[in-house]
């Protein structure tokens, strides 16, 4: 698989290559310069031009064979760039490489070659900037300070994630994976409850758009999760970027106030109506980022190793079908798992003195601690239940689906465990047959769920 360096033999273009050439040297794989046309600048019009720009591009080769293992050109002799992307060897690549200026514009079509190739394209498209941290970065001069886009909810952090991989095996890279997060929707996600009377709040809390500390640890851990293992040389730093409006703002002024080299984000790749209904990250970013960019498409995701749950959350409603749901958690966790027991109370209009608490809805006063010792009464004592760690907790929510749901996204659990009876219950915040439907609907963590006949 080649590098790719698509060139207009711009001097923008002549650094963007220089950088191509250097990966291409690191990674031991070939570069191929792929010329392309704009407007009718290669067009063979009787003045010589189509062959001298053939002799400048022969020449331009010539220069990187000191980079590169092997270096082939060849010139797109067509008029638009949108030849690349049917290019067979370019839907191949390893990378694509192209400078993010220095390219022409038409009144009908605004988007640029490096935007085109990122949003239609098959492989990593590295817009540079600036090539001369990259250039020392590929040959092993210095280090490379990369922002990463994290999003826990998105399909395009698999993408950008996989590419750090890629990265690293060029050379060391210190990486920032930045989340750009909203305070209030990250509470409403994980049930974490504000106060009515601001003021009753410790200081550090009263801003409403800042991170609390309950969310903050949460998102840490997810983000963590998110990137994963990365092998190679180079720290990992969690930036948690609190913002509203257009993350791709958010991103460029962590990227500006750290002093980063490099951006990678993940694409959707949406185009028409999807694009201008959703929006792009990744659009924004490469047009307006000061800084080098690589765009991920979607298909570069590496699939994660397939592993047996290691956390689950059980629902209790203390009933005969919660207490089997608990013992089959139990066997798919096995030694070492966790298994986390959660009641939830259905809050009630006689139920009073919540308007003000801060953080997660807990059980009634007058109840909290009798159902917190009945959770624990349910944990097996065997030998095998010793070997899993056990953790119990009591809310209270009008929507006993969405507390569950809540529940799952603060512990982190790999799935949940609800036990369903066909059996009508007369316990006290009984879970209703329609809780297990509803999560398997709701929850973003798979559902198992186990009758109790």
Known sequence: MAIVCVTNLSPESLAAAHVAAAVAGRLQEPLLLLGVAEGDAFLDDGSGALTL?????????????????????????????DEVLTDEECRQARWIVVAASGWRTSAWRRATVPERLSRYGCAPVLAVRSDTALT??????????????????????????????????????????????????????????????VE????????????????????????????????????????????????????????????????????????????????????????????????????????????????????????????????????????????????????????RGFADHYGVLPEPVRDRDGVLQRLWALVPRDEIAQAVRWSVEGVTGEDVTLAICQATEREGVDLVCVGTSLEPSRLRDALEGEVAHELVARCRRPVVVVPSA
């Open 53 to 81: 720009t053939q002799q400048r591009l022969e020449a331009e080769a010539a220069r990187l064979e000191t980079l590169a293992r092997v270096v082939r050109y060849r010139l797109q002799t067509g008029t638009s760039a």
């Open 136 to 197: 020392d970065w590929a040959r092993g001069r210095r280090r490379l300070l990369v922002l990463v886009g994290v999003d826990p909810g998105s399909s395009t952090t698999g993408a950008a994630v996989a590419f750090l991989r890629e990265l690293r095996r060029v050379g060391p890279c210190d990486v920032l994976a930045t989340y750009v997060c909203s305070p209030m929707d990250e509470r409403e996600r994980l049930g974490i409850h504000s106060p009515v009377h």
């Open 200 to 351: 009753l709040l410790e200081p550090g809390l009263q801003d409403m758009e800042a991170l609390d500390p309950i969310v903050e640890r949460v998102l840490q851990r997810e983000v963590r999760e998110q990137v994963g293992e990365l092998v190679g040389e180079g720290s990992v730093e969690v930036v948690l970027e609190p913002g509203f409006g257009r993350p791709a703002d958010h991103l460029m002024h962590v990227a500006h106030t750290r002093g980063v080299d490099l951006m990678v984000v993940g694409t959707h790749q949406r185009s028409g109506v999807k694009r201008l209904w959703h929006g792009s990250v990744s659009a924004g970013v490469l047009r307006h980022a000061a800084h080098s960019v690589v765009c991920v498409p979607p298909m570069v995701r590496a699939r994660r190793a397939d592993r047996a749950p290691r956390s689950v959350l059980v629902p209790v409603d203390f009933s005969e079908a919660s207490a089997k749901a608990i013992f089959q958690a139990r066997a798919l966790v096995g030694p070492g798992g966790r298994v986390h027991l959660l009641h939830v109370h259905r809050r009630k209009l006689e139920d």
